[in-house]
């Protein structure tokens, strides 16, 4: 291997060459990534922006990161042309020559100024006091610049990223904006006349700031992903902007919802109608029918029947008026209040009709049943029995007389019905001949 120095052990001439061509590559690596770095659209638009908050303070630090990167660069190239300036004078190289290579490949042949933490990114700068230089090997000043390459990078391409995705979303929501309010307006919902227009007022300033605030910050806007060494690791932040696009979706809904009610408001309007005057002319009956009931029906309460509500009219006049008038967004809720109080309304007129023609109903069943058992009792010919003649006869006048006392003609109904089921039940035979239910031979 030969002698040593403060590098180590002096490399051969087939070592020295193939340092010469790793350090070569990996000179032509960083040269590649540098440029690219410095051609990249995030890094222009960091270098032209006016940028504010978190972005700010750290492009400042990233800004001197990467011209010390540069100035590392330089001093990496300078160290590897001597390296391969030295190795060319001479094909075969003499041990004096070797020695010095393995001095420039292997020891620290790289002096840099520059704070400690330079190579963190910690603001480095490349004025001061000699004191402040460092020494590197070529491989040492490599894995610096990776690391300081790394941090720029990542700042450039988070940047990047923000500025890529939400700008432009924004923008495509602000026109979403424009036009939900083109509709807003032409169905009457503007600021201070309906909730709806102030949310357009208040989501088209947030959208206002948050552009604004996206572009000039736009790492206030980044999220890195958790466990991630890789650069632009993570993605952009996007929550203020969906919590707006949310609520304009809640406002389009309700903005559809008026013109759904400007497009249906006659049809809508039409039924209501249909339906308050079927619930009018039930109540109409049910009064008709409480004067029958109280002629005909003895000792019976009846329910007292209301008369049309005015409330519900008077409102139908306003719809009307909003319709007229063109004052969707005011006729949208009070139609849908009206819809579900008239249905209300006829569903309490048929229950009052109900209620007050039972002892009407009950009247008409009691006669039914008691039709029905003397056709049961005429089939089985029994109709001529005395008995069942008397009984029916008072049922029958007592339930197509006026005012009928339903209680007595239950009572009477009951009576036939207990004496046609003795009469109905089937003879027994014996030695002194049949018998009738009530024990007649």
């Not at 806007?221 to 902007?241: C, K, V």
């Not at 002319?281 to 007292?304: C, D, F, M, N, Q």
């Not at 029995?385 to 007595?408: H, N, V």
Request: proline residues 5%.
């Amino acid at each position: 291997m030969g002698s040593t120095g403060p590098a180590g052990p002096v490399m051969d001439r087939d070592e020295v060459d193939r340092a010469l061509a790793r350090l070569g590559a990996e000179h032509e690596a960083i040269e590649t990534s540098l440029l690219a770095l410095q051609d990249h659209a995030g890094r222009r638009l960091l270098e032209g922006a006016e940028l504010t908050g978190t972005t700010r303070e750290r492009w400042a630090r990233t800004d001197a990161s990467i011209s010390v990167l540069w100035a590392y660069f330089e001093r990496y190239a300078q160290v590897l042309r001597s390296a391969r300036e030295l190795r060319a004078r001479r094909r075969w190289s003499s041990q004096e020559d070797l020695a010095r290579l393995t001095e420039l490949l292997r020891g620290p042949s790289v002096t840099v100024p520059g704070p400690e933490g330079a190579e963190t990114g910690a603001a480095p700068v490349l004025t001061g006091p000699a004191r402040l230089s460092r020494q590197f090997t070529l491989e040492e000043l490599v894995s610096v610049m990776n690391d300081l390459y790394a941090s720029s990078l990542d700042l450039v391409v988070s940047a990047d990223a923000v500025w890529s995705a939400l700008p432009a979303r924004i923008d495509l929501l602000a026109a979403e904006l424009q036009r939900t309010r083109g509709l807003a307006h032409s169905v009457g919902v503007r600021p201070g006349e309906h909730p709806s227009g102030d949310d357009l007022e208040r989501i088209t300033r947030a959208l206002t700031l948050l552009r604004e605030q996206v572009v000039s910050d736009p790492l206030a806007f980044w999220s890195p992903a958790r466990g991630s060494s890789a650069p632009g690791g993570g993605r952009p932040d996007t929550g203020r902007y969906d919590r707006q696009a949310r609520a304009l979706e809640e406002v389009r809904r309700e903005i559809d919802a008026v013109l759904t009610v400007r497009q249906d408001a006659e049809a809508r309007l039409l039924r209501l109608r249909d339906v308050l005057s079927r619930a009018d002319r039930t109540l109409a009956e049910a009064r008709s029918a409480r004067g029958e009931v109280l002629a005909k029906i003895a000792a019976s309460e009846v329910p007292a029947v209301s008369g049309p509500p005015t409330a519900l009219q008077e409102q139908l006049a306003a719809a009307s008026e909003y319709r007229r008038h063109a004052q969707w967004h005011r006729l949208s809720p009070l139609l849908e209040a009206l819809e579900q109080r008239a249905e209300d309304e006829l569903l309490r007129a048929r229950e009052s009709l109900t209620a007050v023609t039972a002892p009407l109903a009950v009247r008409a069943e009691l006669r039914g049943r008691l039709d029905a058992y003397k056709a049961k009792v005429a089939r089985h010919g029994l109709a001529e029995d005395p008995l069942l003649i008397e009984r029916y006869d008072l049922a029958r006048r007592m339930l197509w007389s006026a005012p009928c006392d339903l209680r007595a003609a239950e009572s009477a109904v009951l009576r036939y019905q207990r004496a046609a089921a003795e009469v109905l039940v089937p003879r027994v035979p014996d030695q002194g001949g049949a018998v009738d239910g009530r024990g007649n031979r």
